[in-house]
């Protein structure tokens, strides 16, 4: 006799940790806010990009920066079968830059574009932040000015305004200046942060003699009053650096958005300069609760080998913006379940059946109706309609056949109590749709 053998949780393959599936019952809700984010950003005239998850990992390495977390310790990188050094992309700013400059998109022109789908992290997986997460980015190209600027965080507000989010996010801002301000400003800094080693947690002190305004970034509550008393960038701002910040507070003002000046708020990735921003919300305030964020990198296509073109962008997480979402009831519930289940009893009813579908979708394309399919009774049949959720059943039997109608059976709402079943002609089911 042959042991029966049973499938161990080894033996079962699962997904990788922090890279999470997303199941049909969750898709309506993405759905909805991705068709609700790209609508709102192309009536501000922006078009889709769309470029692969996988580049050369030297683009990241000159555009993220060598001495970031991301290139440092995050980046999922591997070689080839041709012995290239290859990245799933870690965010989207820099194959958008790869794609204007490989097509010659920069010269002479602006673009203003949007593009959403995976981005990959090796780190560690917590609520709202994952190793494959979900972003929807915009950027711009070839604007100078502040009034850029202004659009981008003021269509960001109108997304939050769409969701019914905008009483629940306040919004930081602050001005890196320009590269060379920078650099004076990393010098004082490091002068700053070296006279209070000791108090530097581990990362802070790596981060001394790599990018020391990677240090006012550090959410480590204990090192909170050195960073606070830390010299501020927004007070050594250049001349043109400090116009152009005070011409898009006055432009925010006149719109009436109010903001809170974050002289610690300096973003993760060495490519932004000038404005930089953050939405965060109002109730929760930690390492990871920022919802968007985004300022200019007005050097970085011309770093890349392209023209000299000023940029600026912003991203969003979508886990973090569902999740947001979720916690404060927001969501819409969403119809998903379909109107009819098709029962169809025998093989004849089964080919007549799958005709008749067919026509009212072709008449009514919004119809969402599942037929039944791999037999089964009656009883069985019934239940699988009652299990789709569906509104009402179509029954399709020996009598129907003969007699050119469809028994309707309602399953939900107030006609299941007033009546159970009607019969319609096969020539009034469409007329029938149309009225429910």
């Keep these: 006799m042959v042991a029966k053998t049973t499938k161990t949780t080894e033996q079962i393959i699962q997904s990788v940790r922090g890279m999470n599936d997303i199941l049909p019952d969750q898709i309506a809700i993405w759905q909805f806010v991705e068709r609700s984010l790209a609508q709102v950003v192309e009536t501000y005239g922006y078009q889709e990009i769309r470029f692969p998850i996988v580049e050369h990992t030297e683009l990241f390495r000159r555009t993220v920066g060598e001495t970031t977390d991301v290139v440092e310790k995050e980046m999922y990188t591997f070689e080839d079968r041709s012995g290239d050094s290859l990245s799933l992309r870690p965010e989207g700013t820099a194959s958008c830059v790869r794609a204007g400059i490989e097509h010659g998109l920069f010269y002479n022109q602006t673009q203003r574009w949007w593009y959403t789908g995976p981005i990959f992290r090796h780190d560690r997986p917590q609520k709202g932040r994952y190793r494959q997460f979900h972003q929807f980015g915009v950027e711009a190209f070839g604007f100078l000015g502040p009034d850029i600027d202004a659009e981008m965080i003021l269509m960001t507000n109108r997304l939050w305004k769409t969701f019914g989010l905008d009483p ?191 026509h009212w979708r072709d008449a009514l394309p919004q119809l969402r109706l599942i037929s039944n399919c791999g037999g089964g009774s009656l009883k069985t049949q019934f239940k699988r309609a009652d299990k789709s959720g569906a509104q009402l059943a179509f029954i399709l039997a020996p009598d129907e056949l003969q007699k050119n109608y469809i028994t309707v059976k309602f399953l939900r709402g107030e006609k299941v109590e007033e009546q159970q079943q009607q019969k319609i002609a096969f020539d009034q089911v469409i007329e029938f749709l149309k009225n429910l």
């Design 168 to 358: 629940h996010l306040k919004l930081y801002l602050n001005s890196l200046g320009s590269t060379e301000t920078r650099a004076a400003y990393r010098k004082k800094l490091f002068e700053y942060f070296s006279k209070h080693q000791k108090a530097l947690d581990a990362d802070s002190q790596r981060r001394l003699h790599t990018n020391p305004m990677r240090i006012l970034d550090s959410k480590n509550p204990y090192m909170e009053d050195l960073i606070e008393r830390a010299p501020k960038l927004i007070e050594s701002l250049d001349s043109e650096s400090q116009a152009h910040f005070d011409a898009l507070r006055r432009l925010l003002e006149q719109a009436g958005l109010s903001y809170e000046i974050n002289p610690r708020l300096v973003r993760g990735l060495d490519y932004y300069s000038h404005t930089v921003f953050e939405w965060v919300p109002k109730m929760d305030e930690g390492a990871q609760s920022t919802v968007c964020g985004g300022g200019r990198y007005n050097p970085l296509v011309a770093q890349m080998g392209g023209p000299d073109t000023p940029a600026v962008g912003f991203a969003l997480g979508m886990e973090r913006l569902i999740q947001l979402l979720d916690e404060l009831h927001l969501l819409p519930k969403l119809e998903t379940e379909p109107h009819v289940y098709f029962v169809l009893a025998g093989e004849e009813a089964e080919q007549k059946g799958l005709l008749l579908a067919e």
